[in-house]
């Protein structure tokens, strides 16, 4: 048996590239669009992400010392710090303390920690976290408010952020539907998807009339750090431009979804959503180029990380349209999650000098 | 010409600036050159001398034993100071029989074959023997006796000498050098191994970050029509043999096979030079070009040095170490071994010696696997490395060997690009050498298993046969008997 012994043995020469430099990375492309929407949705949403945020960082250091293994070392590799923050992005802006606390709860020690920590989990913490919160506390989990720009009137102060979010003291005629809610509510009261689109920039409490340009710059009602598709979209390319992802999770999960959106949307308009209001709206592009690529519970081959991308677009469209949940995305990326190994294990590369059922090639015009 | 593209490979900091404009530098002869018998893959060759023996420059001093071998000759004249056993240059550093010559300052060649003024009037056997006789290995870092795969053109038609001057390990440059500073030895090494192969057609390919050499070798190269100098992107392990191949022929070597199977040879651009040297002037291999380099090394430099000279001369030759060196590398820093010290000689296959820093290899504690994937991606022989290590931890040594085990060549890719610093390629040795150790423990069992099987047999044959003429005696005594009534 192999033992972890440091080695003497080649190469005598390693890439630059760390784990940490990697998490450090994904930080920075997250930055520009968590900036904005924290902006966007004021003391609230700082006070939220920060307790979330934090909640895993101290839940991971925990975890670290039940398991005895070393503790500032892991903790310095960053991945505790980029699971709260994506799961923070995902949760209600103005929503209570005890989400982000509870939904660290759920995301390190029950979705990482009790797999073996990093590397060892199935599915993806942050979403775990998510769709446990969403399934237990339904209404919290849906209250959505209007943007409440950091210095504008109407944002609340400090203090009264403090009693939004630490005492759930939310106050009256700030919630807003997002717009795939909304799209979903009205099409089961009978509104056409093609009416309500329209419908909902005019809608009650929305002082901003939204268009797809809205959606895409963000300035709109969501999830604390999804709203603006632009800023994500450029962290995404970031990443793409440093290496730390590949196209093709992106590119296939973007593609299939705007891909079934438009053909349906084609055949049925007033039942059927266009393909361009599915990649804009929601978490579309965030989970597009920073949830589905988590290296962990994403298939490592490149074949496998097309198919995957495929699957997690598939179900996400195939959820907003059909399923009794508005937005569908992280309930995908589990279930493609879940069939990482099985992908991995049937899509890896032909092995040099043989066929793709392993057998040696055979020697052209043998002599 | 139209090059093809080759899966994954990476691109590591080449450092080759240290050495690329250092001309060859010879060394001064050292006071004691040790000479191992054995600097190759095959069977040590058996000594000829002993102690006190005077030898001229090229003797024969040790004898090849069968075709997988070489002969070794003293370098130097001098007289023979002891053949004794010296710690090899390998990372066990476990000793070996070595022939220890003490330089007599004259260096004067002795009776040395005669040239073969026109090698291409010769058949491809003498060719064959007299690299043979001069001791020629594969200088590239392998070491496999080249006139072995000179011999490839008997059995197989081989259509395209390629010629290796890809020299895609980091810092290394000695090929570099030799292709700039003796062009037209090597090619006249590749046309007269061209002619032993009965190839048709000669390709030099050289990767694209030396376009001096490129540039001198196609210059050199414009008398020969069917000899082709060619520009391959620089890309760790284009060097591949399979791989160069792959690139050049578009064609892929079936697993097992041999790329003569695909009528292609391939022999290093250094190997060339010394076909050169044997079949022209009748010189065995008794020196080469080392590169003396990494940032730990004063003045690195391209050195000329006997077989047999030490490590502790080169870096002598080279102002010693400007700091303490992390590791000690022989070879390039991405397929090279460690070296045990500085006692260990320079042998044929020693292209580099590399004092490198901590900054250098820049390796660090592993930390779990993220599941990146980038081993994936890299790996040019398709390969799923990080499958590969889960099941060698697990000490599933066959599960690792159905996911291609025995096809890793080797190239450290993927342990270069791990994030994690996984050391990925000391899992996958580690388990070639304990699955080799099975099979061979496997042989031994089942031969012991016939034999016994054979004897069991062999005592029953002759238990039955006693059997049987002690049942034909009385058989008999009963005839004399009958005879006798």
């Given at each position: 048996?192999?033992?972890?012994?440091?080695?003497?043995?080649?190469?005598?020469?390693?890439?630059?590239?760390?784990?940490?430099?990697?998490?450090?990375?994904?930080?920075?492309?997250?930055?520009?669009?968590?900036?904005?929407?924290?902006?966007?949705?004021?003391?609230?949403?700082?006070l939220?992400?920060?307790?979330?945020?934090?909640?895993?960082?101290?839940?991971?250091?925990?975890?670290?010392?039940?398991?005895?293994?070393?503790?500032?070392?892991?903790?310095?590799?960053?991945?505790?710090?980029?699971?709260?923050?994506?799961?923070?992005?995902?949760?209600?802006?103005?929503?209570?303390?005890?989400i982000?606390?509870?939904?660290?709860?759920?995301?390190?020690?029950?979705?990482?920690?009790?797999?073996?920590?990093?590397?060892?989990?199935?599915?993806?913490?942050?979403?775990?976290?998510?769709?446990?919160?969403?399934?237990?506390?339904?209404?919290?989990?849906?209250?959505?408010?209007?943007?409440?720009?950091?210095?504008?009137?109407?944002?609340?102060?400090?203090?009264?952020?403090?009693?939004?979010?630490?005492?759930?003291?939310?106050?009256?005629?700030?919630?807003?539907?997002?717009?795939?809610g909304?799209?979903?509510?009205e099409?089961?009261?009978?509104?056409?998807?093609?009416?309500?689109?329209?419908?909902?920039?005019?809608?009650?409490?929305?002082?901003?009339?939204?268009?797809?340009?809205?959606?895409?710059?963000?300035?709109?009602?969501?999830?604390?750090?999804?709203?603006s598709?632009?800023?994500?979209?450029?962290?995404?390319?970031?990443?793409?431009?440093?290496?730390?992802?590949?196209?093709?999770?992106?590119?296939?999960?973007?593609?299939?979804?705007?891909?079934?959106?438009?053909?349906?949307?084609?055949?049925?308009?007033?039942?059927?959503?266009p393909?361009?209001?599915?990649?804009?709206?929601?978490?579309?592009?965030?989970?597009?180029?920073?949830?589905?690529?988590?290296?962990?519970?994403?298939?490592?081959?490149?074949?496998?990380?097309?198919?995957?991308?495929?699957?997690?677009?598939?179900?996400?469209?195939?959820?907003?349209?059909?399923?009794?949940?508005?937005?569908?995305?992280?309930f995908?990326?589990?279930?493609?999650?879940?069939?990482?190994?099985?992908i991995?294990?049937?899509?890896?590369?032909?092995?040099?000098?043989?066929?793709?059922?392993?057998?040696?090639?055979?020697?052209?015009?043998?002599? | 010409m139209?090059?093809?593209?080759?899966?994954?490979?990476?691109?590591?900091?080449?450092?080759?600036?240290?050495?690329?404009?250092?001309?060859?530098?010879?060394?001064?002869?050292?006071?004691?050159?040790?000479?191992?018998?054995?600097?190759?893959?095959?069977?040590?060759?058996?000594?000829?001398?002993?102690?006190?023996?005077?030898?001229?420059?090229?003797?024969?001093?040790?004898?090849?034993?069968?075709?997988?071998?070489?002969?070794?000759?003293?370098?130097?004249?001098g007289?023979?100071?002891?053949?004794?056993?010296?710690?090899?240059?390998?990372?066990?550093?476990?000793?070996?029989p070595?022939?220890?010559?003490?330089?007599?300052?004259?260096?004067?060649?002795?009776?040395?074959?005669?040239?073969?003024?026109?090698?291409?009037?010769?058949?491809?056997?003498?060719?064959?023997?007299?690299?043979?006789?001069?001791?020629?290995?594969?200088?590239?870092?392998?070491?496999?006796?080249?006139?072995?795969?000179?011999?490839?053109?008997?059995?197989?038609?081989?259509?395209?000498?390629?010629?290796n001057?890809?020299?895609?390990?980091?810092?290394?440059?000695?090929?570099?050098?030799?292709?700039?500073?003796?062009?037209?030895?090597?090619?006249?090494?590749?046309?007269?191994?061209?002619?032993a192969?009965?190839?048709?057609?000669?390709?030099v390919?050289?990767?694209?970050?030396k376009?001096?050499?490129?540039?001198?070798?196609?210059?050199?190269?414009?008398?020969?029509?069917?000899?082709?100098?060619?520009?391959?992107?620089?890309?760790?392990?284009?060097?591949?043999?399979?791989?160069?191949?792959?690139?050049?022929?578009?064609?892929?070597?079936?697993?097992?096979?041999l790329?003569?199977?695909?009528g292609?040879?391939?022999?290093?651009?250094?190997?060339a030079?010394?076909?050169?040297?044997?079949?022209?002037?009748?010189?065995?291999?008794?020196?080469r070009?080392?590169?003396?380099?990494?940032q730990?090394?004063?003045?690195?430099?391209?050195?000329?040095?006997?077989?047999?000279?030490t490590?502790?001369?080169?870096?002598?030759?080279?102002?010693?170490?400007?700091?303490?060196?992390?590791?000690?590398?022989?070879?390039?820093?991405?397929m090279?071994?460690?070296?045990?010290?500085?006692?260990?000689?320079?042998?044929?296959?020693?292209s580099?010696?590399?004092?490198?820093?901590?900054?250098?290899?820049?390796?660090?504690?592993?930390?779990?696997?993220?599941?990146?994937?980038?081993?994936?991606?890299i790996?040019?022989c398709?390969?799923?490395?990080?499958?590969?290590?889960?099941?060698?931890?697990?000490?599933?040594?066959?599960?690792?060997?159905?996911?291609?085990?025995?096809?890793?060549?080797?190239?450290?890719?993927?342990?270069?690009?791990?994030?994690?610093?996984?050391?990925?390629?000391?899992?996958?040795?580690?388990?070639k050498?304990?699955?080799?150790?099975?099979?061979?423990?496997?042989?031994k069992?089942?031969?012991?298993?016939t034999?016994?099987?054979?004897?069991?047999?062999?005592?029953?044959?002759?238990?039955?046969?006693?059997?049987?003429?002690?049942?034909?005696?009385?058989?008999?005594?009963?005839?004399?008997?009958?005879?006798?009534?």
């Amino acid at each position: 048996m192999i033992g972890e012994s440091p080695t003497r043995s080649g190469p005598f020469a390693h890439t630059a590239n760390t784990v940490q430099r990697t998490m450090f990375m994904v930080l920075l492309a997250l930055l520009p669009a968590t900036l904005f929407n924290l902006y966007l949705f004021g003391w609230p949403a700082i006070l939220l992400f920060a307790v979330t945020v934090g909640a895993c960082v101290v839940a991971e250091a925990a975890c670290l010392v039940l398991a005895g293994k070393p503790v500032s070392a892991t903790l310095s590799d960053g991945s505790a710090i980029l699971t709260g923050w994506l799961l923070a992005m995902t949760l209600p802006p103005w929503a209570p303390w005890w989400i982000g606390v509870l939904g660290a709860m759920f995301a390190i020690p029950l979705a990482k920690h009790a797999f073996g920590g990093l590397g060892q989990n199935l599915f993806n913490p942050a979403m775990v976290a998510r769709v446990a919160l969403l399934v237990s506390f339904p209404v919290v989990m849906t209250a959505w408010v209007a943007p409440h720009p950091l210095f504008t009137t109407g944002s609340p102060t400090l203090h009264e952020a403090m009693t939004i979010t630490f005492a759930g003291e939310t106050p009256d005629g700030v919630t807003a539907a997002t717009a795939l809610g909304y799209v979903k509510t009205e099409l089961s009261r009978g509104v056409p998807v093609s009416e309500s689109l329209q419908e909902y920039g005019r809608s009650s409490v929305l002082t901003y009339a939204p268009d797809l340009m809205d959606l895409a710059t963000g300035f709109k009602p969501g999830s604390l750090g999804e709203t603006s598709a632009g800023l994500i979209l450029l962290g995404g390319i970031f990443l793409l431009w440093r290496r730390v992802i590949t196209w093709h999770i992106p590119v296939m999960m973007i593609g299939t979804l705007f891909f079934m959106g438009t053909l349906f949307n084609a055949f049925d308009p007033t039942r059927f959503a266009p393909g361009f209001f599915h990649i804009l709206s929601g978490s579309a592009i965030l989970g597009a180029f920073f949830i589905a690529t988590d290296y962990v519970t994403s298939p490592v081959t490149q074949k496998g990380q097309l198919v995957f991308g495929f699957g997690v677009g598939l179900l996400t469209w195939t959820i907003r349209t059909f399923a009794g949940y508005p937005e569908g995305m992280a309930f995908a990326v589990l279930l493609m999650n879940s069939l990482t190994p099985i992908i991995d294990q049937y899509t890896r590369p032909r092995m040099f000098g043989r066929t793709r059922k392993g057998e040696p090639l055979p020697v052209e015009g043998q002599r | 010409m139209k090059l093809f593209p080759i899966r994954g490979g990476i691109h590591p900091e080449y450092r080759k600036e240290l050495t690329g404009d250092c001309a060859i530098e010879a060394l001064p002869l050292p006071s004691r050159l040790y000479i191992p018998l054995q600097q190759h893959i095959g069977v040590p060759a058996e000594v000829l001398v002993s102690e006190g023996d005077l030898v001229s420059k090229g003797q024969v001093i040790a004898r090849r034993q069968g075709p997988v071998s070489v002969n070794q000759h003293a370098p130097t004249s001098g007289r023979v100071a002891a053949v004794t056993e010296i710690s090899a240059p390998h990372p066990s550093g476990l000793h070996q029989p070595t022939i220890v010559i003490e330089p007599d300052g004259a260096d004067a060649w002795g009776a040395l074959a005669e040239p073969i003024t026109d090698p291409f009037a010769v058949d491809a056997q003498t060719i064959e023997a007299r690299v043979a006789e001069c001791g020629i290995v594969g200088m590239g870092g392998a070491g496999f006796p080249s006139a072995v795969k000179l011999n490839l053109g008997i059995r197989h038609r081989i259509e395209t000498l390629l010629i290796n001057g890809a020299e895609c390990e980091p810092y290394l440059t000695c090929d570099d050098r030799v292709m700039r500073e003796h062009a037209d030895e090597v090619i006249d090494g590749a046309r007269i191994m061209a002619h032993a192969l009965n190839a048709p057609k000669i390709v030099v390919a050289i990767e694209e970050n030396k376009p001096q050499a490129l540039a001198i070798m196609t210059a050199a190269a414009q008398a020969h029509p069917h000899l082709e100098v060619v520009a391959v992107p620089a890309k760790y392990p284009m060097g591949s043999e399979r791989h160069l191949t792959l690139a050049i022929t578009g064609r892929e070597t079936p697993a097992r096979k041999l790329t003569a199977d695909l009528g292609v040879v391939v022999h290093n651009v250094a190997t060339a030079r010394a076909v050169h040297h044997a079949v022209r002037h009748g010189r065995p291999l008794v020196a080469r070009v080392v590169t003396v380099s990494g940032q730990a090394m004063r003045t690195p430099k391209n050195v000329e040095a006997p077989i047999g000279a030490t490590v502790s001369d080169l870096i002598a030759f080279c102002g010693g170490f400007a700091q303490r060196p992390e590791r000690l590398v022989q070879g390039g820093p991405m397929m090279g071994a460690l070296l045990p010290g500085t006692d260990v000689p320079v042998v044929k296959s020693t292209s580099g010696i590399l004092a490198l820093t901590a900054e250098e290899i820049n390796d660090r504690r592993a930390d779990p696997c993220v599941r990146c994937g980038s081993c994936v991606a890299i790996c040019a022989c398709g390969l799923v490395p990080v499958e590969i290590a889960a099941h060698i931890r697990h000490d599933d040594l066959d599960g690792a060997a159905r996911l291609g085990l025995m096809d890793c060549v080797s190239c450290g890719s993927c342990s270069w690009v791990c994030p994690s610093h996984i050391p990925l390629v000391h899992y996958f040795n580690y388990a070639k050498g304990a699955l080799n150790a099975q099979e061979r423990e496997r042989r031994k069992s089942e031969r012991t298993k016939t034999l016994v099987e054979a004897r069991a047999a062999r005592v029953e044959r002759i238990a039955a046969q006693r059997a049987a003429n002690l049942a034909r005696k009385p058989k008999v005594v009963a005839a004399t008997e009958e005879v006798g009534a």
